[in-house]
């Protein structure tokens, strides 16, 4: 059975750990599954030498559009009442919990990204998601909090 696995990175700028992902994304696609590597903070023009296989899905979440609705949704009023989401950030960006001044400006700063992510991953609950490093990592974990049958692999 194929899956549809996402992976996400903040950018391929020629370091390591993109190369690894890169070889992961080309060798799950060679086995059948439907694959998209996501890039959060990178634009496709900026990419250079890399060989993608045709097979990979390849998208920037700076090009994509969004529907607004993960911002416009209850995301903040759910902050406001439970915390959960501001502490599962709070944790890996290292900053109180209860500094919900910290929560607002991360979401502010990527509310455009945010969303596009919300866009396409509420067409794909199924899908696994394997992100890696930074924000790929706190945009999983948000979209977790919404979407919460999201399977997620964080590195």
Do not use: C
């Amino acid at each position: 059975m194929n899956q549809e696995i996402v992976l996400m990175l903040h950018q391929m700028s020629g370091g390591g750990a993109e190369r690894v992902m890169l070889l992961l994304a080309n060798w799950l696609a060679e086995n059948g599954n439907i694959v998209t590597l996501i890039l959060t903070s990178q634009l496709l023009r900026d990419i250079k030498g890399y060989t993608i296989n045709p097979k990979v899905t390849l998208l920037s979440l700076k090009e994509m559009q969004g529907d607004g609705s993960y911002i416009s949704s209850s995301l903040v009023k759910s902050h406001d009442r439970s915390g959960r989401i501001g502490y599962k950030l709070a944790k890996i960006t290292h900053k109180k919990p209860s500094d919900k001044a910290v929560f607002n400006k991360y979401i502010s700063k990527y509310s455009s990204e945010l969303n596009a992510f919300d866009y396409f991953i509420s067409a794909r609950k199924s899908a696994r998601i394997v992100a890696f490093l930074d924000n790929p990592i706190h945009f999983s974990l948000l979209m977790k909090e919404k979407y919460p049958g999201l399977r997620l692999i964080i590195s």
